[in-house]
């Protein structure tokens, strides 16, 4: 899959993995997309289901090559900066997840980066907008969609909502 073609199949692809990663790692009958779910919990069983292996490097570490986190598929590892907060590595790691699971046979992402300036920048939406990226660029677009989508699915932040459960609540909860 070398790109998708658009937003909402990216968001379907991350319900599917999330999904799936809590059917093979925690015998539950809760719907994971309906369930609040720690991002840790979420993080662990991704890593877990992939087969991968999380290793925090200095930022300077080679093995990074500037970037804050790094999916090598050849040793089935993500390379992840220690200078990142909890949250923002959290977010980096299911980043990668979300290209070993949308980008599988891609050659270009044997090993995908994220640029610690890209962590920074807002990204535009819409289809139409994003349509005009480079495949590399629409592959990042498409990840950073993912790794949301994985953490905190738009179905459950509608059920919260629907609670009147505030985001600071939710963000307590997620750790």
């Not at 379907?12 to 719907?31: V, Y």
């Not at 993080?43 to 292996?53: D, F, K, P, Q, S």
């Not at 990042?140 to 699915?153: I, K």
Request: aromatic share 6%.
């Amino acid at each position: 899959m070398g790109g998708l073609s658009t937003s909402t199949s990216v968001r379907q692809k991350a319900h599917e993995f999330r999904r799936e990663i809590f059917r093979h790692t925690l015998a539950s009958t809760s719907d994971p997309l309906h369930t609040l779910i720690r991002s840790d919990d979420v993080i662990a069983a991704g890593v877990r289901y992939c087969g991968l292996t999380v290793i925090p490097l200095e930022p300077t570490d080679p093995l990074l090559a500037g970037a804050v986190a790094v999916l090598d598929r050849d040793l089935n590892t993500i390379w992840v900066s220690q200078a990142r907060s909890p949250e923002s590595a959290r977010f980096d790691i299911a980043h990668e997840l979300a290209h070993w699971a949308l980008h599988p046979s891609d050659p270009l992402t044997s090993e995908c980066t994220v640029e610690a300036s890209d962590a920074e920048v807002p990204v535009p939406y819409g289809d139409t907008y994003i349509m005009g990226y480079s495949p590399a660029q629409r592959r990042e677009v498409d990840a950073n969609t993912f790794a949301a989508e994985l953490l905190l699915p738009s179905p459950l932040v509608r059920s919260l909502r629907q609670q009147n459960i505030s985001f600071t609540e939710v963000a307590e909860a997620l750790g």
